[in-house]
């Protein structure tokens, strides 16, 4: 099969507060809306952010857990974005699990969680390419 | 910020039932990997599978869940496509969660939990573009 992700999908409490951390925090624009699902478009595939009943109905499971065992990074271009784009997003109702730190494997990243307790890593990673269309690349 | 995930790592309990699931379930190729993670180049970003524990504590947090409030989804190009890749998913250790059908939204989708429980959706979705390159562009 094609070495491919179309969607990720969070589960989400409330909608409203989820939209403000992608939109206001991220600065990303939704592609899709309703009252139950916010879509992003993303660098080759789909960000769902989903009411967490419908998405735990969706896949057959009577209950999925917050935070869960995943983490999503968004990588920047320099060590100095690093600080700035956690505040921003820490303004649009993000919490802050850890701050910035040089971690074993190098670079700088910090996390935080969104509205609904995802772990989002914001990291600077000078061995893995950023093109200019979001496309990310694994380097050594 | 650019609109843009760098990756997507999900917490496994064993690499090696973990790795069987990906390289042999999806057929898919590790980019990298050592005795507490294996990365996967994606179209786009990397998906990474690393020990629940390493995981945990790289984030500043004390306990993750699984199954976590998320799902990923793999896009194929035909609706007959469905079950068999889900066939293959569950003779490599996959778990069913929800046998294929058609949801309201259209298309053709089932779900499998890999062997860590983090749920897979495996779907047609006729309105989505899927490029040659794996991007996967969002449709109504």
Not at 35 to 59: K, P, R
Request: aromatic content about 10%.
């Amino acid at each position: 099969m094609q070495q491919q992700v179309s969607v990720i999908t969070l589960g989400v409490g409330d909608l409203a507060s989820s939209r403000r951390f992608y939109c206001e925090g991220f600065g990303w624009s939704p592609v899709f809306e309703n009252a139950e699902i916010v879509f992003y478009q993303m660098n080759g595939f789909v960000l769902g952010t989903w009411l967490e009943s419908a998405l735990a109905a969706d896949s057959g499971r009577a209950a999925i857990h917050r935070p869960g065992a995943h983490a999503l990074a968004h990588n920047v271009p320099a060590r100095a974005d690093v600080q700035p784009a956690m505040d921003r997003l820490l303004r649009a109702g993000g919490r802050l699990l850890k701050a910035p730190a040089e971690p074993a494997h190098g670079g700088f990243a910090g996390y935080v969680a969104d509205p609904d307790d995802h772990a989002w890593e914001i990291a600077w990673n000078p061995r893995w390419s950023i093109a200019p269309d979001g496309r990310v690349t694994f380097g050594t």
